[in-house]
């Protein structure tokens, strides 16, 4: 039977990618975003390849988080593999100037929302005593960068739920992971710098950065291995990267 896996910010960049290859390699899928109108595009774009399913939630919203999953049709119902990949940086400013707007969006998008979608998703994964967890960290979750500040905590929040989920989930047989992207050229710069595109675009400037489809491979590498095999953590940089301060954009 063909593995169902869900997820999270399916509608551009990183999750939008592994929509794709997945759906190319036969999974069932459960795409999950804000924006209705990309979501049926790729429903159109994708229902070629396999069965998909499509539901609309912000994760910051605790109730449609639980709504949603919970009323997913008998289908599409049992989650073999969870993808938590929403999430995005707002803002680049030192502490003393950050917005806590920002800080809000940050911390209840990318720690509280992988949060209220894991929880809608563990149990019926604890009951089968199968599963795997793919968490989308960051090189922000293993190095703090100036003005990163917020953004950086909550990727390393990411790690430490990774490492928490692995060991908290451990006894009953669930693979849990994290995938640690550097600097992937999407929506992302364009979602921190507020629609500025000048510079969204400067952030790539001189190198040749990742793209989603790049990271999109390396997701269907980690899920497509046998079931012993646990990619636990993962950091995956641009050649021209060597951390989050270190970038040669002289090639
Ligand atoms: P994009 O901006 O292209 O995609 C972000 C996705 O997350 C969108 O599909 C968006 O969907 C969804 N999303 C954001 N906030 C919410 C929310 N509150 N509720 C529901 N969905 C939400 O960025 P990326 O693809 O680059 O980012 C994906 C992940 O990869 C993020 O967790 C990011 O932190 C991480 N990452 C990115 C790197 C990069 O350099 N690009 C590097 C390292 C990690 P919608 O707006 O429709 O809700
Ligand atoms: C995104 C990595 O360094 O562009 O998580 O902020 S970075």
Redesign the pocket.
């Known amino acids: 039977m063909n593995k169902i896996a869900l997820i999270?910010?399916?509608?551009?960049?990183?999750?939008?990618a592994t929509a794709v290859i997945l759906a190319k390699n036969n999974y069932k899928l459960v795409l999950c975003?804000?924006?209705q109108d990309?979501l049926d595009e790729l429903e159109q774009e994708l229902s070629e390849f396999t069965s998909i399913h499509t539901l609309q939630f912000?994760?910051?919203d605790k109730e449609a988080v639980f709504e949603q999953i919970g009323s997913l049709p008998d289908a599409f119902s049992t989650i073999d593999i969870l993808i938590n990949?929403?999430?995005?940086?707002h803002g680049l400013d030192p502490i003393q100037t950050g917005s806590l707007d920002d800080w809000d969006a940050m911390i209840d998008?990318?720690i509280k929302?992988l949060l209220y979608v894991s929880k809608a998703i563990i149990p019926q994964m604890i009951e089968r005593k199968s599963g795997h967890i793919i968490n989308?960290g960051?090189?922000?979750a293993k190095e703090v960068y100036p003005n990163g500040n917020v953004y950086c905590a909550t990727k390393h929040a990411v790690d430490a739920l990774n490492q928490g989920m692995r060991i908290d989930l451990n006894s009953f047989g669930i693979r849990v992971g994290a995938i640690h992207?550097?600097?992937?050229s999407?929506?992302?710069s364009n979602?921190r710098f507020k629609g500025d595109d000048e510079k969204a675009q400067n952030v790539y400037k001189g190198f040749q950065p990742l793209v989603?489809e790049d990271i999109a491979d390396i997701i269907h590498f980690v899920v497509s291995r046998p079931y012993h095999v646990n990619i636990a953590d993962l950091v995956v940089m641009p050649t021209a990267q060597a951390n989050s301060g270190i970038v040669n954009r002289s090639l």
């Open positions: 999270t910010g399916a509608t551009s960049g990183i999750g939008k975003g804000r924006r990309r912000d994760v910051r990949n929403a999430g995005n940086a998008g990318n929302g989308i960051s090189t922000a992207p550097g600097m992937v999407t929506e992302f979602i989603a």
